[in-house]
């Protein structure tokens, strides 16, 4: 799948399930950025949205690429590359909306690759000094198509 998703509430994004073999497993939703794989954990999404009016916001980090307001309610936007260190993106057409607690967190991505059932024995963890790296584990794609790196979703924004 790529950047031909427009939109997609939870009904839609449970269309792009993968059948269930009953394995304990959890769906994680995958998008590319920086020809990484990333994903993060399926109920955490919100929506998908294409072609977001971007509010610049001043002072604020430089990973933070402004809001976005959907149906009345003002979402930061992150620059996921920006934020890992490589370079920012120029395209802001693609947006993952994530809930991290009470918060909702829209991110840039290149791509919406799958949605995928991993069993939970698959995620490797990483070593203890990589914390800084923004992801919690990797593991190899059931099928066959690369690696996915796990966001650690509460480690995106700045902690006091």
């Known amino acids: 799948m790529s950047n031909e998703v427009m939109f997609a509430r939870e009904d839609e994004l449970e269309a792009l399930n993968v059948a269930d073999d009953g394995v304990d497993s959890q769906k994680y939703l995958i998008f590319m950025a920086a020809h990484l794989k990333l994903g993060v954990i399926a109920e955490d999404v919100v929506e998908i949205l294409n072609n977001q009016v971007i509010t610049y916001l001043p ?3 430089d990973f933070i690429r402004g809001i976005i307001n959907m149906r009345g309610q003002m979402i930061p936007i992150l620059d996921i590359c920006s934020r890992m260190g490589l370079p920012s993106r120029e395209d802001d057409s693609l947006v993952v909306v994530i809930n991290l607690g009470d918060v909702q967190l829209g991110i840039l ?15 490797h963890p990483l070593p203890a000094n990589s914390a800084q790296l923004l992801v919690s584990g990797m593991c190899s794609l059931p099928d066959g198509s690369g690696t996915m790196m796990v966001l650690d979703c509460e480690q995106l924004l700045p902690h006091d």
Not at 110 to 123: A, E, W
């Open 59 to 61: 002072m604020v980090p």
């Open 109 to 123: 991505v290149d791509g919406v690759d799958q949605m995928l059932d991993i069993p939970k024995t698959n995620i």
